[in-house]
C-alpha cells in the first residue's frame, strides 16, 4: 500500500472485515473491498457507519454463504441468483458479490480486452474508473488498473473501457456521469461526454425507476448544478425532463443549491412554473409514488398561489395554510429563491404566522356537520353542506372560535340566508 494515499479511515475499514477475509483466504479465495467506497477512502470521505461496504470474491454465493454462515449475524440471500450475498457482521452490513466474470458467463458482449485477472476484469465491468478500484483483503493492497486515483487527483471523470462499449452495456451509467461529476467535482472526459451525446436516447430502454433513482440521487448532492448542465448538454435532460431546456435550466441553478439537497423540494423547484396536470403527469411517467405526487403538487400549488401576492392578512394566510398544510416551508422557500420579490413575500407569510398564537396545524371548522344540522334542525341535503362551508370560511376569517360563538354565528347567518 503506497504510504503517501491518504486513506485515513482504511485501517479501521480493514479491520472490520479482517475476521471474514481470513476466512475466505482460508478456504482458499480472495476477498476484495470495492466500488464507491474505496473512492470514498481515497477522498477520506465519511464512511458513516449505516453504509453497505462491497466486497468482491472469487467464491461463488455457495461457498460465500458457507464461508460467512458460522460467523454472520445475518445473511441475505434475495441477491444470490444474481452472485450477491448480504451479511451483516456486527454492525456492519457486507454485500459480498462473486467477481462478475464469473458469474455471466455468457454476457451479451465478450470484453475486447482479455484481462489476466479475475478482479481486473470484474473492475473493467463497472461504470468509471473512480470506482474500478478495489483494496485486497485482509493487507489492504491497492488494486487500480485503469487509474482511478490519477483520474481523481486530477479531477477527471472518464469509463474504463471505451464510453461507447461501456454505455451501450448499461446507458444509465450516463446518468450516474452527471452524479459523479457534480458530487465530487469532476470534469467529464471529452471522449466520455462526446458518447453521452451522440447515445442519449439509448436511456429510453433504460427501466423508469433506475432513472428516477438517479436523477434524485443527482438531485441530492450539494451543488448539482455541473451534472445538470452536463445532462442538459448532451440530451439527456430532455429524455428524462422533456419539458426542460439549457436556458431554463440555467434560471434553476441558483435556486437549487439555496435550498438546499432535499432532492423532492429540487425536483419541484425544477417543474415550478409548470402547469399543474403537466407536472402530475411527470411525476406519474417517472413512477413517482402517489404520496411524493400529492407533496409535490401542494409545494407548487402553494408557491404559486404565494407568488400572486394573495397572502396579506391573517384570513388570507390561514387559507393558504388549510390548502398547503406542511409544505407552506417548503413552498416559501421556493419562491423565496424562484419568484422576483419572492423573499417578501415569502417573509410577509412568515411574520403573519409568527403574529398568530393559534394553532395552525388545526383549521378544522368548530362545529361538525352533525353538530350544524342540530343547531338549524336540519335533515341531510345540500343545505348541510352549504351551513358546513360558512361554518369552514368562519374559522379562516377569524381565527379560533369556542362552539358557542360559532353557534351564534351560525344562527346570525341561517336567519339571514332565509330571509334572502
Ligand atoms: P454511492 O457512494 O453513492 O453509493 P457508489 O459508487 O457506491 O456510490 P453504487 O450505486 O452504490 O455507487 O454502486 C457501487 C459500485 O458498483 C460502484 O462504485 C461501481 O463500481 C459499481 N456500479 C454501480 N452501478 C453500476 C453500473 N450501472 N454500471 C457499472 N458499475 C456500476
Ligand atoms: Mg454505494
Redesign the pocket.
Known sequence: RPSTMPFAQLDSVIGEATEIAVRFRDAGFRTYL????V??LWLDREIAHHIDL?LTTDATPDDIRRIVDPVADAVWLQGARFGTVGVRLGERDYEITTHRSEVYVETSRKPAVRFSTAIDEDLS???FTI??MAVELPDGELIDPFGGVADLAAGRLRTPLDPEVSFTD?P??ML?AARFCAGYGLVVDPRVEEAMEGMHDRLRIVSVERIRDELD?LLAVADPTTGLSLLARTGLLREVLPEFDLALLESREEALVVLGPDEHHRLAALLFGLDHDVVRERLRALRASNERIRETLAILDAAAELATGVVQDPASLRRWVAAAGEERHRARALVSALVEGGDVLASRSRELEDGLVEDLADLSPPLTGEEVMAVLDLREGPQVGEALDFVRTLRLDQGPLSPEEAVRHLRAWWEDRSRR
Open positions: 470495492v466500488g464507491g467506497v473512492r470514498d462491497d465491468r463497472r461504470d470506482n474500478a448499461d444509465l451509467r450516474r440521487k
